[in-house]
Structures are given as structure tokens and as C-alpha cells.
């Protein structure tokens, strides 16, 4: 019998023929000869069918570790499988870091980039934003090397895997610095609408969590340089380490009280050698323009109870605008409202389509790893370069080697 193939949060069970696991490039390029239809698999943390294929599946984890970092210390090569994790102790190691990290640690760069994986902070991109080349092995067997000057660079970073398999990607890096993590509970309502600009500009990077089970803010998660003391616009500093997810372990969580510790140490909220988030969920995330955060917020209150009743936490968080083509964050500083789900497909969907229709009109736009039932034509028209994008994946992949039913329907 075939080996059950799944994401990570078990909710999609992948139809594919095979999984390869080359450990070379040469052993790639004899898979992708032998296939008619394939998809990448990154490390399997999206929660939906974009990884997906009825054909060969292929991971790269066991693609030989490149870390290169340039003689100008301002960019790194790494290849196609490398999680952040291993890539961030790495550059530690050297006196570097990456701009920021999302939540966790585990995941693989090329598959974060593909779908504008995202930390928090407004003056910081997403992951994608680091991107200054990439190298793609394209169906015919040819290698489009993209550096920071082409033209097609900014529309194939949050690529979907549409245009082709990404063997290598250059990032731009800064010096290492440090930072230091503080939890604060119970922000008042009031505090949380009437300086909201300035609470999640507090730091580096800025995350509140609630559970909407009341009007306060549950917790919020400030990483910055500088120390802290006293309140945060009424929120007490926590006597302890706290997770996002209540009654989850704290040990998995990174270091807080405002103790100073390396970068990649703090800005991901879980460690990489242990579960992230709760382990048994699904999710789902919206970008809203920062404009129109507060009226975000506010639609999301007035589903408060169906909300709740299938919620685990809910994060809200900041990324700045960027000029990436399918980047949730395109010409938008953004606002974004994540939500931690219960593990049932079942009853968090009709949830999803209500949270759709409150965040339409203020020009919501999905997270594209997470769970959500937005029809493709209206994300089409979120995207000011959708048929550019449409375009080049066409033209680095006519015959369609690449595209799975997912891609089909967005695609067009
Ligand atoms: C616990 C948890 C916490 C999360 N926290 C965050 C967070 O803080 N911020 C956030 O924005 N998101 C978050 N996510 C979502 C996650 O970052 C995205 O779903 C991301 O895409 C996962 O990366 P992956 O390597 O697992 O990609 P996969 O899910 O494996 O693949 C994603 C896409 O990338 C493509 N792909 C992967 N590798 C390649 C390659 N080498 N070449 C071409 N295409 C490739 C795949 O084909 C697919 O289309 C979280 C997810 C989980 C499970």
C-alpha cells in the first residue's frame, strides 16, 4: 500500500504517485525528465492544496546544504531545501541575520518565500522582501537565473511553484543584533483603539493575540532592543513565560522577559527543537491594508462568538509594502489578521466564508499557505499584476509541467 502522504497539520492527504528525495541536483533534473507532472514540496506547514499534485512530488531536504555568504557580507546562496532554522544558526555563527523570521523556525525558505510567509514589524517586509535572486530549474531542464536586476525577479519570488523547481535562492543580509522579548497581558480594548499605530510600532516586531472571547487584547509580544519597564498602555508585564496557545508548554517558546538574546532566538515565538504553535490546528490569515486595520479589527469583533467557538488564538501582526507581484503586502503596509483554528475542517469552514465576507470591504487578501474560500476571480482582482504573473508562469512553464488543480483554477 501507498505510504499516507500529508502537510504537516494533517488535514491534506497528498494524491501524489511518488515522493522523491534527490540528493543532488543531477538526481533533481533525472526526476523532473521522468515526470509529466510535479510539484514541490517544501516542508509541508501550508494547509491547503497548493503543494499538491496528482503527479511526482519531489522535496529537496536532501539537496546538498549551501550556505554562501557573499565576500561583501550583505547576501547569502543557500539552496532550495534549507529550513530557516538551520540557515539562521548558520548565519549567526558568521556575526549575520536575516531582516526578520516568521513565527517559526521549521520551515523551509524556498517554500516561505514561494507564499510571502510573513513575521511582524512595520517597518520590516516579509521573507519574501529578502529575495535577491533566484535560481530555477524549469521544465525543459534549463536553469533561469534570476538576479536582482531582472525584470521577471520580483514576479517569480512569490511563485506558488508555478514557474519551476527553485534549486538555489540569494538573500540579503544585515549584521547580527540582538533583541529582547516581552509579554504583556490584558491590553483594555480602549488602549487598543485609540493608540494602535503606536503599540504595534513599540518594536522591532509587535504581535497581539487574543482568543475574542472578550474586548481586551490577550497578550501582546514586543521584541526590541531597547529595555522595557512598567505597563504597555495599560497591559501588565506577564510574571512568567507565556505561549500564545493557552495550556500549550511555555519551554516551547523563545526566550521572554526582556532578556537579550541573539536574533534568531527572538523574533520566531517557538524553538526550533520543539512543537510550534499547538501542533493540532488548521489556520487562516488575512492582509488588510494598515489604513484599514481598526475597521478590520472591528468587523472580526462582530463575529466575536462564531469566532471563538472554533478558535485556538488569533494574532494580529504588521508587514511593510513591497513590489512583489503575489505579495499579500504589495503596495500595502498591511495588517494581518491570523487565526489559529480547532483541527476540524468541518466546522471552521463556514467560519472562514463569514470572516470573508466581514474583511472583504476592507480589501482583505489571504495568506496564500493557509486555509481559505476566496473564489479565484476575486483574487485575481487583488492583485494588480495577476496576468503578469499569469503570463510568466506560461512562459517558464508552457506545457504545465508545474500546475496542479489549485493553480489550474487561480490561473485560469
Ligand atoms: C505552525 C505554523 C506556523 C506558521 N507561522 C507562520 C508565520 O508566522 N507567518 C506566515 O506568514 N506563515 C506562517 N505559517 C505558514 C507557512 O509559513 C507557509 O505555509 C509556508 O509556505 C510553509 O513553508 P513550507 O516550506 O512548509 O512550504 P510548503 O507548504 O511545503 O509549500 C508551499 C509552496 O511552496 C512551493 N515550494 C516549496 N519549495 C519549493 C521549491 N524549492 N521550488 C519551488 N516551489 C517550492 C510548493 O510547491 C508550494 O506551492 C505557519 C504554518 C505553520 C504550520
Redesign the pocket.
Given at each position: 500500500m501507498r505510504e499516507r502522504l500529508t502537510?504537516?497539520?494533517g488535514n491534506i492527504t497528498f494524491g501524489a504517485r511518488r515522493l522523491h528525495r534527490p540528493e543532488s541536483v543531477a538526481e533533481l533534473r533525472a526526476v523532473l525528465a521522468g515526470a509529466d507532472r510535479l510539484?514541490?514540496?517544501?516542508?509541508?506547514?501550508?494547509?491547503n492544496r497548493?503543494?499538491d499534485t496528482d503527479g511526482d512530488l519531489v522535496s529537496?531536504a536532501g539537496l546538498p546544504r549551501t550556505v554562501e555568504i557573499a565576500p561583501d557580507r550583505r547576501s547569502v546562496r543557500i539552496d532550495?531545501?534549507i529550513r530557516y532554522g538551520e540557515l539562521a544558526a548558520r548565519l549567526a555563527a558568521e556575526g549575520l541575520a536575516l531582516h526578520n523570521m516568521?513565527?517559526?523556525p521549521h520551515?523551509?525558505v524556498?517554500?516561505?518565500v514561494?507564499?510571502?510567509?510573513?513575521?511582524s514589524g512595520v517597518r520590516h517586509g516579509?521573507l519574501a522582501t529578502a529575495v535577491s535572486g533566484l535560481e530555477i530549474l524549469r521544465a525543459d531542464g534549463s536553469t533561469a537565473v534570476l538576479d536582482r536586476d531582472h525584470p521577471d525577479l520580483a514576479g517569480a519570488v512569490v511563485?506558488?511553484?508555478a514557474l519551476?523547481?527553485?534549486?538555489a535562492l540569494t538573500l540579503d543580509v544585515v549584521p547580527a543584533f540582538e533583541l529582547r522579548q516581552y509579554v504583556y497581558e490584558n491590553l483594555p480594548a480602549a488602549a487598543l483603539d485609540e493608540h494602535l499605530d503606536e503599540i504595534l510600532s513599540a518594536g522591532y516586531s509587535v504581535s497581539l493575540f487574543t482568543r475574542w472571547t472578550g474586548p481586551d487584547i490577550d497578550q501582546v509580544w514586543l521584541k526590541r532592543d531597547a529595555p522595557l519597564t512598567g505597563d504597555l498602555f495599560g497591559a501588565r508585564p506577564a510574571d512568567g513565560p507565556r505561549h500564545p496557545v493557552p495550556g500549550m508548554p511555555t519551554e516551547n517558546c523563545t526566550g521572554q522577559g526582556g532578556v537579550p538574546g541573539p536574533w534568531h532566538e527572538r523574533l520566531p515565538h517557538f524553538r526550533m527543537e520543539f512543537t510550534?504553535?499547538s501542533g493540532e490546528?488548521l489556520?487562516s490569515?488575512w492582509h488588510v491594508p494598515r489604513t484599514a486595520g481598526r475597521a478590520a479589527i472591528a468587523a472580526v469583533a462582530g463575529l466575536r462568538e462564531r469566532v471563538a467557538a472554533v478558535l485556538q488564538v488569533c494574532e494580529i501582526r504588521t508587514i511593510a509594502a513591497d513590489h512583489l507581484w503575489l505579495s499579500p503586502n504589495h503596495r500595502q503596509d498591511s495588517l494581518a489578521l491570523?487565526f489559529t483554528w480547532i483541527a476540524d475542517t468541518d466546522a471552521v469552514l463556514p467560519v472562514v466564508a463569514d470572516l470573508e465576507k466581514a474583511l472583504a470591504p476592507h480589501g482583505a487578501r489571504p495568506?496564500?499557505?493557509?486555509i481559505f474560500t476566496t473564489a479565484p476571480s476575486e483574487l485575481r482582482g487583488a492583485y494588480p499584476r495577476f496576468g503578469d504573473f499569469a503570463a510568466l508562469a506560461r512562459r517558464f512553464d508552457p506545457q504545465g509541467t508545474f500546475r496542479n488543480a489549485w493553480l489550474e483554477s487561480l490561473l485560469g
Amino acid at each position: 500500500m501507498r505510504e499516507r502522504l500529508t502537510n504537516w497539520a494533517g488535514n491534506i492527504t497528498f494524491g501524489a504517485r511518488r515522493l522523491h528525495r534527490p540528493e543532488s541536483v543531477a538526481e533533481l533534473r533525472a526526476v523532473l525528465a521522468g515526470a509529466d507532472r510535479l510539484r514541490v514540496l517544501g516542508s509541508g506547514h501550508s494547509f491547503n492544496r497548493l503543494a499538491d499534485t496528482d503527479g511526482d512530488l519531489v522535496s529537496l531536504a536532501g539537496l546538498p546544504r549551501t550556505v554562501e555568504i557573499a565576500p561583501d557580507r550583505r547576501s547569502v546562496r543557500i539552496d532550495g531545501g534549507i529550513r530557516y532554522g538551520e540557515l539562521a544558526a548558520r548565519l549567526a555563527a558568521e556575526g549575520l541575520a536575516l531582516h526578520n523570521m516568521a513565527s517559526l523556525p521549521h520551515i523551509s525558505v524556498a517554500g516561505a518565500v514561494a507564499t510571502a510567509t510573513h513575521g511582524s514589524g512595520v517597518r520590516h517586509g516579509n521573507l519574501a522582501t529578502a529575495v535577491s535572486g533566484l535560481e530555477i530549474l524549469r521544465a525543459d531542464g534549463s536553469t533561469a537565473v534570476l538576479d536582482r536586476d531582472h525584470p521577471d525577479l520580483a514576479g517569480a519570488v512569490v511563485g506558488l511553484g508555478a514557474l519551476g523547481v527553485v534549486t538555489a535562492l540569494t538573500l540579503d543580509v544585515v549584521p547580527a543584533f540582538e533583541l529582547r522579548q516581552y509579554v504583556y497581558e490584558n491590553l483594555p480594548a480602549a488602549a487598543l483603539d485609540e493608540h494602535l499605530d503606536e503599540i504595534l510600532s513599540a518594536g522591532y516586531s509587535v504581535s497581539l493575540f487574543t482568543r475574542w472571547t472578550g474586548p481586551d487584547i490577550d497578550q501582546v509580544w514586543l521584541k526590541r532592543d531597547a529595555p522595557l519597564t512598567g505597563d504597555l498602555f495599560g497591559a501588565r508585564p506577564a510574571d512568567g513565560p507565556r505561549h500564545p496557545v493557552p495550556g500549550m508548554p511555555t519551554e516551547n517558546c523563545t526566550g521572554q522577559g526582556g532578556v537579550p538574546g541573539p536574533w534568531h532566538e527572538r523574533l520566531p515565538h517557538f524553538r526550533m527543537e520543539f512543537t510550534p504553535s499547538s501542533g493540532e490546528e488548521l489556520q487562516s490569515e488575512w492582509h488588510v491594508p494598515r489604513t484599514a486595520g481598526r475597521a478590520a479589527i472591528a468587523a472580526v469583533a462582530g463575529l466575536r462568538e462564531r469566532v471563538a467557538a472554533v478558535l485556538q488564538v488569533c494574532e494580529i501582526r504588521t508587514i511593510a509594502a513591497d513590489h512583489l507581484w503575489l505579495s499579500p503586502n504589495h503596495r500595502q503596509d498591511s495588517l494581518a489578521l491570523h487565526f489559529t483554528w480547532i483541527a476540524d475542517t468541518d466546522a471552521v469552514l463556514p467560519v472562514v466564508a463569514d470572516l470573508e465576507k466581514a474583511l472583504a470591504p476592507h480589501g482583505a487578501r489571504p495568506h496564500w499557505g493557509k486555509i481559505f474560500t476566496t473564489a479565484p476571480s476575486e483574487l485575481r482582482g487583488a492583485y494588480p499584476r495577476f496576468g503578469d504573473f499569469a503570463a510568466l508562469a506560461r512562459r517558464f512553464d508552457p506545457q504545465g509541467t508545474f500546475r496542479n488543480a489549485w493553480l489550474e483554477s487561480l490561473l485560469g
